[in-house]
């Protein structure tokens, strides 16, 4: 049983793996969860960092240099204390030839609290950062049809998620010299997830009915340190690392199984309950940017790169047992953000717009699953997608009486993944569009 319920974690296709108990299915099935549970490539939060495309690592000044880079906490001049409420819009489409479904998703969380204490010194700046933080939303809920004419029968997948990763983040900043700074901060991570996925089956002779409910904690730690360099009174390139991810999952889950016949009659198992426990790595990260700060103008641009690849499962790296070659199922993933904040003369407001290209880690793999035997079986696919993952966002912000800043920003983009057939059609598709709302305040003293 503790076979079946780490599928859960891996889709919710826990029995696939107990019914197929090969190693290699279950790092696939390992993978898709992980992109599922949005815990690689984080979106973060706050209004001024999201409107400006999250390049942040060189123009980051705030609370938020703990997530970016923490050598930017230097750039605070004043104590601080900062919220934020974080509002996400996903709305996901699945096509299964010929079947289409589609299902809005909408959460709203508290985005952030935390603050900064420049420490007093005779030279230079030692600043103090702490805070909790909305570092990823693992809230989803996703219906998949099919018909599988090979049967011939039908298959209804419904897939519900609920959950908010939160990082609670302690860093410190400091001057080395006129010109360099450097930071260091550390990241606990924490989500409690709640999991359901139904498998509705329905072929001539019967309709069953599958059920998996599963409780998770997501317990982590990773920490990272950063570089700012000053050149000139305009000019900053900022340079971070952030440590592999050490994530453990523990929980519970409950399996639930029921049918009818279509010649009358039907059949209810008794419920199966068992423990999880399941360990990844995620891979280290780099990102490097550069600041042009004018009197009214800040412009910004940051490049990041992961070796998803690395991804490590219970102590294996992810692969397909699909490719041949063994081909991973998560890949390496440069990602390029860009960002502008144009400050009005006349007024404490500063406008802002960005853009981020954040591909896709997920390099290949589909699935959709129904019940043959008295257990759920998975199709399992490769997929072929441009894998590119574009987002678009607008803000604004405004000071008043010096103390008081309220910002906020929209963020809208997606992506879709398709698999083709032998005759170059459509048979699975998936399309996600993302919009997000963030509102934040700040007090300076």
């Known amino acids: 049983m503790r076979k079946a319920l780490r599928l859960t974690l891996a889709v919710a296709l826990f029995a696939a793996i107990a019914a ?3 190693l290699v299915r279950a790092q696939i099935l390992a993978g898709l969860a992980l992109e599922r549970l949005g815990v690689l490539s984080l979106p973060g939060t706050g209004a001024r960092p999201l409107a400006m495309g999250g390049a942040y690592t060189a123009a980051g000044d705030d609370v938020f240099a703990l997530l970016y880079n923490p050598a930017g906490l230097v750039e605070a001049r004043s104590n601080e204390i900062s919220i934020s409420l974080h509002q996400r819009g996903d709305d996901v489409t699945n096509y299964y030839r010929p079947l289409s479904s589609a299902q809005p998703n909408t959460s709203t969380t508290l985005g952030h609290i935390a603050g900064v204490y420049p420490y007093p010194t ?3 700046s030692l600043v103090l950062g702490f805070g909790v933080f909305q570092a990823g939303n693992s809230s989803l809920e996703s219906i998949k049809n099919a018909y599988l004419p090979g049967i011939p029968a039908t298959a209804e ?8 990763l939160y990082q609670y983040c302690f860093g410190v900043g400091v001057d080395v010299s006129p010109s360099v700074s450097i930071g260091a901060g550390i990241a606990i991570w924490d989500e409690s997830i709640e999991i359901g996925e139904e498998i509705n089956y329905a072929d001539a002779d019967s309709q069953a009915f599958w059920r998996d409910d599963v409780s998770l904690d997501l ?8 570089l700012l360099v000053r050149f000139g009174e305009a000019l900053r390139a900022g340079f971070s ?5 050490w994530l453990s999952f523990d929980g519970v889950g409950t399996t639930r199984y029921t049918g009818d016949y279509t010649a009358g009659g039907g059949w209810t198992t008794d419920p199966l309950t068992g423990a999880i426990e399941e360990d990844y790595t995620l891979p280290m990260k780099w990102s490097g940017g550069l600041a042009l700060t004018l009197p009214l103008l800040t412009v910004g641009a940051d490049v990041s790169y992961a070796d998803y690849s690395q991804t490590k499962y219970n102590g294996l790296t992810i692969r397909s047992e699909i490719d041949p070659g063994k081909r991973q199922v998560l890949e390496g993933v440069w990602s390029f953000r860009a960002g502008a904040e144009a400050r009005l003369p006349m007024a404490p407001v500063s406008v802002r717009a960005g853009y981020a290209y954040v591909p896709l880690e997920l390099s290949s793999v589909e699935e959709i699953a129904y019940i043959a035997d008295d257990s759920p079986l998975s199709v399992i696919a490769d997929f072929e997608t441009p894998r590119s993952r574009r987002f678009w966002s607008l803000g604004v912000g405004g000071v008043i009486d010096r103390v008081l800043s309220l910002d906020a920003a929209v963020v809208f983009g997606g992506y879709t993944k398709t698999t083709s057939g032998a005759d170059g059609r459509t048979l699975f598709s998936e399309t996600r569009d993302v919009v997000e709302f963030v509102v934040s305040g700040a007090y300076r003293f």
């Open 20 to 22: 197929s108990p090969c």
């Open 122 to 124: 005779y030279r230079g």
């Open 157 to 164: 997948n419904t897939y519900i998620q609920t959950g908010t």
């Open 219 to 226: 317990d982590g730690v990773s920490f990272n340190v950063g």
């Open 241 to 245: 690392f952030t440590s592999p991810a």
